[in-house]
């Protein structure tokens, strides 16, 4: 291009650009004025008119009548409305709007279990289908007994004030330890039976049912990897003691206040460790405790030749599966969204991108699966993809109010990933059998989840201008902050050293006492009859041997 | 071999808790931590599962 040309065009460009910033540039403002600031007075309130009564006794039928000023509460009907009625009003909308957003996201997650049930149930061979569905069916109750008993008192029991719900002001009492010159939370000590401590409280009981469900979550999951052969009553006894004491401690230490949650106080690591919504508490302290279990309770029997060569054996209902996979994606809504326990308060209406980081992460999960399947063994494996898509829900549990859309989807993209390689090597490396994939699924993805956070973190979020107790956003490596991943990497180290050990152990003393697998001719005619006394498909013809494929 | 296995999976927790006493260094911190975690995984991995291999079901 010749000198020429290009001043030519230069100044054809000057000569465009000029009226176009002329049409953007605002006009000069004149100096404002300062508004005379008018205090709302009592008498004010008086003045409100409200719809006349032969106007509403007309009806209603475009919903501009109904919600006015004669539905705010009056404290004193001699004094009539005044600012603080109205004051109130407006602070106790903001307290039931959260109330009602965490109590229906807590439904939505209490109905995971049946998601958990059928999809365990599926993958499990129709001899033992009652039998693995009273499992799932029963953690319920069992958990929330003893949680109720005291593992929410462990867990919350010092949480503080919990502002978007009221205050919970009764959960005021944390056990701490003084360690390196700094107080150590442990548990929290009120919040027994719900009434101990002055816990008889409306915000303590939404945030009760809310934390409960959590809790089920994570211990059935252990259901799933010791299927087929874990003797019913050893698995109630398992299960009462993790919902009393091992959830809780990790949740404490991780939500209630407890030490993890003040690595960014105390030792300046970003904001303390940072679990948003489980992926560490409730999923890998789940698929951790699984991995305990069946190690000491063994594989079934046929799950391996005399060599030590792996055999698939085969679940019965892959409708069933990837149904619960769906009632599980459904469930995860309740999840992520819900644990900002809270629709109207700051950062709060990040729920929507939340949500959105929690349906792309789980379909980039059962893509990444799916693919690597296909990859790898020529065909799109059902289970496999579902378990992908569980994957990528349990890997974007914790960073989901922390991540954007991008680093949502790459999160559950390796995680689709991750938990085929992860069943690859616990099944053919490690030689632990477990039925559904449930210590990948939620052990090695919900581990997964945790250290992204300290990667992914792009410091957008504001949740009241602080996060456990340090200012700012939580920001990860890629953002800036390597403090906030050595954090999440102590708390990876926590479950994978602590919690693993600990329900090793008692696992490890359960089998003692009681036995923690059935005899070898239970298991091979199947658990339904042996244990629950009825067929889970009476009418069906049951293969009474192994059905293994190499 | 068991407890052995048990022993050093909770000594690896112990040093990676122990990191944030040891340096106040990020880098310094990171580094013991990843060897409290490998000293976890080891355990777990290398030593207690291989006990519970020796005995297995399959081998009998």
């Known amino acids: ?550 | 071999m068991i407890l052995i296995g048990i022993l050093m999976t909770f000594l690896g927790f112990l040093l990676a808790v122990a990191s944030v006493a040891m340096t106040a260094s990020v880098g310094g911190r990171m580094v013991v931590v990843l060897i409290g975690l490998a000293l976890s995984l080891a355990g777990i991995i290398g030593i207690l599962n291989r006990a519970f291999l020796k005995n297995a079901i399959w081998r009998r």
């Not at chain 1, 949650?261 to 460790?273: E, P, Q, R, V, W």
Request: proline share 4%; net charge neutral; aromatic share 10%.
């Open chain 1, 1 to 550: 291009m010749t000198s020429v040309k290009r001043s030519l065009l230069l100044l054809t460009m000057a000569a465009l650009c000029v009226p176009l910033a002329w049409t953007q540039a605002p006009p000069a403002a004149p100096p404002a004025a300062k508004p005379a600031v008018v205090p709302l007075t009592d008498a004010d309130l008086k003045n409100v008119e409200t719809p006349k009564p032969e106007l509403r006794a007309k009806g209603d039928p475009d919903g501009s009548l109904t919600g006015n000023v004669s539905d705010v509460t009056v404290a004193d009907s001699k004094k009539g409305l005044t600012i603080a009625d109205v004051a109130n009003q407006i602070g106790q909308n903001k307290v039931a709007i959260n109330f009602v957003w965490t109590l229906i996201t807590g439904f939505l997650v209490m109905f995971m279990q049946a998601g958990f049930a059928i999809v365990e149930t599926g993958l499990c061979r129709a001899k033992n289908a009652n039998h693995t569905m009273m499992m799932n069916f029963m953690v319920y109750g069992a958990g929330m007994l003893a949680y109720w008993l005291i593992g929410f008192s462990i867990q919350m029991g010092g949480v503080g004030a919990v502002a978007n719900l009221g205050g919970t002001s009764p959960l005021s009492a944390e056990y701490a330890f003084n360690l390196f010159g700094k107080p150590f939370g442990l548990f929290g000590e009120h919040g027994i039976f719900l009434t101990q401590g002055g816990t008889y409280d409306v915000g303590v009981m939404v945030l009760f049912l809310f934390q409960m469900v959590f809790m089920d979550t994570a211990l059935t999951i252990v259901t799933g990897s010791a299927a087929e052969r874990w003797k019913y009553a050893a698995f109630l006894v398992s299960s009462f003691i993790m919902g009393a004491f091992t959830y809780p401690l990790f949740a404490n230490w991780a939500w209630g206040g407890g030490w993890l949650a003040s690595l960014g106080t105390n030792f300046g690591l970003g904001k303390g460790y940072c679990d948003f919504a489980g992926s560490g508490v409730v999923h890998a302290v789940g698929g951790l405790t699984a991995l305990a279990v069946s190690m000491i309770i063994g594989p079934r029997i046929g799950k391996y030749t005399r060599t030590g060569k792996s055999n698939a054996i085969l679940g019965h209902d892959i409708v069933l599966v990837l149904t619960g996979c769906f009632i599980l994606a459904f469930g995860w809504f309740g999840f992520n969204p819900g644990s900002t326990l809270g629709a109207s308060s700051n950062g709060a209406l990040r729920i929507g991108s939340i949500a959105v980081n929690t349906m792309l992460a789980g379909m980039a999960g059962g893509f990444g699966a799916m693919f690597y399947m296909w990859m790898r063994y020529g065909k799109p494996d059902a289970s496999m993809s579902g378990n992908g898509l569980l994957a990528g829900l349990v890997a974007i549990t914790a960073p989901s109010g922390f991540v954007n859309s991008v680093g949502a989807t790459i999160i559950g993209l390796v995680a689709g990933v991750l938990v085929c390689l992860s069943v690859e090597f616990v099944d053919r490396k490690m030689k632990v059998d477990d039925p559904v994939g449930a210590i990948s699924v939620h052990g090695t993805n919900g581990l997964w989840g945790v250290i992204s956070v300290g990667l992914f973190a792009d410091g957008k979020s504001n949740y009241g201008g602080s996060w456990n107790g340090v200012n700012g956003s939580v920001t990860g490596l890629f953002y800036g902050d390597a403090s906030q991943l050595v954090a999440q990497l102590i708390g990876v180290a926590t479950l994978i050293g602590f919690v693993f050990t600990f329900s090793f152990v008692v696992n490890f003393v359960i089998n003692v006492l009681v036995g923690q697998r059935v005899n070898a001719k239970s298991e091979l005619d199947g658990l339904d009859l042996p244990e629950m006394g009825q067929l889970g498909y009476p009418e069906f013809e049951l293969k009474p041997g192994p059905v293994a494929v190499q």
